[in-house]
């Protein structure tokens, strides 16, 4: 960490109080702030360079772009400004404003590419969805079961679940992936499935509901998996279970762009420790599948316990 008087004086300019208040909620992409605070790009590589150096903001590379976020001084001096700062910059307030505009936007973008493959996802190519690391999964149930499938998509896994479970919800944030997914159920009689539209980071179901969460090849759409993570904690009853299937962390930069992918997959060390953060205990990860060719995606198997 820099000294105090760096920090002081690097927070005494005004833009750069607005760029920390947005980076201490949520991290963004100089074109991201760019479009938040109608500021030059030149303008705002400086600033965060010169917060950068006082050690206030870290950088994060993601295929081109570079995502900062700032470094938590909570109960400092820095915090002190920040609170001070928000009621005393008029800006601030549409900043806050432009913000949630822009995060919007993310989330509308992932939300184009699955409406725009619904009703036809099951024959295209998706990365990881290996039915034998489903099929090791499903081996694992215990019915009858409340089940949540976040991300369900089409509902094909939320099917597949329901003929064993007691009732399953299938959440999605796509209302075509929804539609088809109602369709797909009535097409086969299948009545104990019930599709929601909903984010996996706000899920549209009530605390202590279902025995199982499932996140299929999904968790990597999330914006914040972590948060997906302690919804499904909230959802879940005591002694519940969370089951994760999801790529392991690769570097094929491409699949932002082809699949809508957030993140590039998770390390089973990330896994473990987003799962503990959310109050979850004996976890199990496993890795269960790899694809013979290129880029050759590994899918990830994770178990976790809500406690009793």
Do not use: C
């Not at 019930?194 to 999904?218: K, N, T, W």
Request: charged share 25%; glycine share 8%.
């Amino acid at each position: 960490m820099a000294s105090i008087m760096k920090i002081l004086r690097v927070a005494a300019d005004p833009s750069r109080l607005r760029i920390l208040l947005l980076l201490k909620a949520e991290e963004f992409s100089v074109a991201e702030l760019q479009e938040i605070l109608s500021m030059g790009q030149s303008t705002i590589s400086t600033h965060l360079s010169e917060l950068k150096h006082a050690g206030l903001v870290e950088g994060r590379r993601t295929g081109k772009s570079s995502f900062y976020h700032s470094i938590a001084v909570r109960g400092g001096v820095v915090d002190e400004i920040l609170n001070k700062a928000q009621a005393e910059i008029p800006e601030a307030a549409l900043d806050q404003v432009a913000m949630r505009r822009v995060l919007k936007k993310r989330k509308d973008k992932m939300r184009a590419f699955f409406d725009s493959v619904a009703g036809r996802l099951g024959r295209d190519y998706v990365p990881g969805k290996s039915w034998k690391s489903l099929a090791k999964a499903i081996l694992l149930l215990m019915p009858p079961l409340v089940i949540a499938d976040l991300g369900a998509g089409e509902g094909a896994f939320a099917l597949l679940l329901a003929e064993r479970a007691r009732r399953v919800i299938a959440v999605d944030s796509s209302s075509r992936m929804v539609d088809v997914g109602r369709q797909q159920a009535l097409r086969h009689g299948v009545k104990n499935v019930e599709f929601r539209l909903g984010d996996m980071e706000e899920i549209p179901i009530g605390g202590a509901e279902v025995d199982l969460v499932f996140f299929s090849q999904s968790l990597h759409h999330a914006l914040h998996p972590a948060r997906a993570l302690e919804e499904a904690s909230r959802i879940l009853v005591p002694g519940g279970r969370v089951v994760i299937l999801d790529l392991v962390k690769h570097r094929f930069e491409q699949a932002r762009d082809l699949y809508a992918d957030e993140w590039l997959g998770f390390s089973e060390a990330e896994i473990e420790t987003m799962l503990e953060n959310a109050g979850f205990g004996n976890i199990e990860t496993a890795l269960v599948d790899k694809e013979p060719e290129p880029p050759q995606f590994q899918t990830l198997l994770v178990f976790g316990g809500k406690p009793k």
